[in-house]
């Protein structure tokens, strides 16, 4: 079975993003055929620093490395590298009603945070998602919630293209996400951790920043360390956290902090987060300090994925007419 799943180089990794997405590749990559990409032209479809996204791109990969992304069992690329990404995307396009992407809910709310700056990008950046997809014929996605709508779009497109023209790329399916796709914003329990400020605990933040964090973290009111979404969603968020770092069961937890109060439970939580993050922080470090394998593993991925994109990319226009 083959997997392709990406992330953006929009900013600093957080937690969620560990425990919800790098930690489920680590053990698909056992199992399975992985493509694993920095998906950069994503990025470009919102605000961004031309001084610096090529640096994120790299911070990015340094990531993957570090949570354990094998390249002796994934294949790891940043799709700007490969121009097949966008020759398929084009190609989809034509196959893709306006109707289709207006439908699509992520745009209208990244619209929404992003007035000054709705571009035809933005909004034909579900085709790139497919075509990310297809390009390497792959079977299986594992998104957030967020995603699913996109992937259910190019299983639209790919059932199209095979119903117009030859059956070229497989029908790929849905891994939902949900450990750690609901770590919620240390300020704002209500809103899903994203990659800015006190707001989010970074792969890479240091001890005492973590620390300082996890102490300023909101909470309820009252003292009971109490699993509940309604009525105490920050010490729900806090617990969900230190039951996915610790390996603990939230009732174990709750049992462990009954008489308790939220100081104690918040200084054992940030010890956790640093402790589990420590591997991830040293391995990272490594590849750092290896720019040289670093780009040697680039060379080895690119030269392998791009491989299958241009084999699938010559199916493609044989089958529409092109050649």
Wanted: proline share 4%; hydrophobic share 35%; aromatic share 8%.
């Amino acid at each position: 079975m083959r997997i392709f799943s990406g992330m953006r180089p929009t900013g600093q990794l957080h937690i969620g993003n560990y425990l919800g997405a790098l930690r489920n590749w680590k053990e698909l990559q056992k199992k399975h055929q992985c493509i694993f990409g920095v998906v950069d032209y994503h990025g470009i479809t919102t605000p961004f620093n031309p001084k610096t996204i090529h640096k994120d791109t790299m911070n990015l990969v340094l990531d993957y490395l570090g949570a354990g992304i094998d390249p002796k069992k994934s294949t790891l690329i940043i799709q700007s590298q490969i121009p097949e990404h966008t020759e398929l995307a084009w190609i989809l396009g034509t196959l893709t009603s306006l109707g289709e992407l207006e439908r699509m809910t992520q745009f209208k709310e990244k619209a929404k945070q992003h007035k000054k700056d709705v571009n035809a990008g933005l909004f034909s950046y579900p085709i790139l998602m497919a075509a990310d997809i297809l390009l390497y014929k792959t079977n299986l996605v594992p998104v957030g919630e967020d995603q699913v709508q996109h992937v259910e779009l190019t299983r639209t497109l790919a059932r199209k293209f095979n119903n117009k023209f030859s059956n070229v790329f497989p029908l790929p399916n849905v891994q939902l996400v949900k450990t750690g796709a609901r770590i919620m914003s240390l300020t704002d329990p209500t809103k899903k951790m994203s990659k800015t400020g006190d707001e989010s605990i970074g792969l890479n933040d240091s001890p005492v920043l973590i620390r300082q964090k996890i102490k300023t973290a909101v909470t309820d009111s009252g003292k009971e360390i109490k699993y509940d979404l309604k009525k105490k969603p920050g010490i729900s968020n806090l617990l969900t956290i230190y039951h996915l770092f610790s390996g603990k069961s939230i009732a174990d937890l709750e049992k462990k902090y009954k008489d308790k109060g939220y100081g104690e439970f918040k200084k054992d939580l940030a010890e956790a987060i640093i402790k589990g993050l420590k591997p991830f922080q040293e391995k990272r470090k490594k590849y750092q300090k290896n720019p040289k394998l670093v780009k040697k593993i680039l060379t080895q991925g690119h030269k392998k994925a791009q491989k299958t994109a241009q084999a699938t990319m010559k199916e493609v226009k044989q089958k529409i007419g092109l050649i």
